[in-house]
């Protein structure tokens, strides 16, 4: 009886240790899964954030070239209609002075064509400055836009890799306390064998060892 308790000690003190470590690995087997959940849902939210700003760059970037042309070209078609009038305007304002100037009548009417002339100039150069401004700016933002979509694809790309490896790991932990819960299940079985046939064992003892009352 007394050896029979002592190994029923024993057994009782081991499936104990066995519970407790099948409930800690359960524990920590679920944390994992919630983590590896946590992580797969933020690589999800982290794909579908960059999908969208893709497209707003598409769209940023199409904008842009389709701007920057028109700049452009109202640019160039400005400087052309400045070189043209100006051109225009000197040979007139040229000829004005040469005709009064033969017919003995005071040059001032070339001088004033003259002037109108520049005013006109004036404003064409205006606006081409104001066209090659714009696109300056239009470039400007451009480059900027671009930069920060570089940035966020990169730093993407960086969070990712490490949330996978992260996933990875914590997969292969998942794995082993699998294996460790499959150890301890075999462990809970024979110890639990073991323990009801002790058991067993002191419930034959007792009718033997008992006194009985006369």
């Not at 694809?153 to 790991?169: L, P």
Request: with cysteine; net charge negative.
């Amino acid at each position: 009886t007394s050896e029979s308790k002592a190994k029923q000690a024993d057994l009782t003190g081991k499936l104990d240790k066995t519970n407790a470590r099948t409930e800690q690995a359960e524990a920590d087997k679920a944390k994992l899964n919630e983590d590896i959940k946590t992580l797969e849902g933020e690589m999800a939210d982290m794909d579908a954030g960059q999908a969208e700003a893709t497209k707003v760059r598409q769209a940023e970037h199409a904008d842009y070239l389709k701007a920057s042309k028109d700049f452009k070209d109202s640019a160039t078609a400005v400087a052309k209609a400045t070189e043209v009038l100006s051109n225009y305007y000197s040979s007139a304002s040229l000829l004005q002075t040469k005709s009064t100037t033969r017919v003995g009548q005071a040059p001032e009417l070339g001088g004033a064509k003259g002037d109108v002339g520049s005013t006109i100039v004036s404003v064409l150069e205006v606006a081409e400055s104001d066209f090659t401004q714009l696109l300056a700016e239009a470039e400007a933002a451009e480059s900027e836009a671009a930069s920060a979509f570089d940035k966020l694809v990169q730093d993407n790309f960086v969070s990712k890799a490490m949330k996978t490896a992260d996933v990875k790991g914590k997969t292969s932990e998942v794995k082993s306390l699998e294996v460790a819960l499959g150890n301890y299940k075999e462990d809970k079985e024979t110890t639990g064998d073991e323990l009801d046939a002790v058991l067993s064992y002191l419930d034959k003892l007792k009718p033997q060892c008992e006194t009985k009352v006369m």
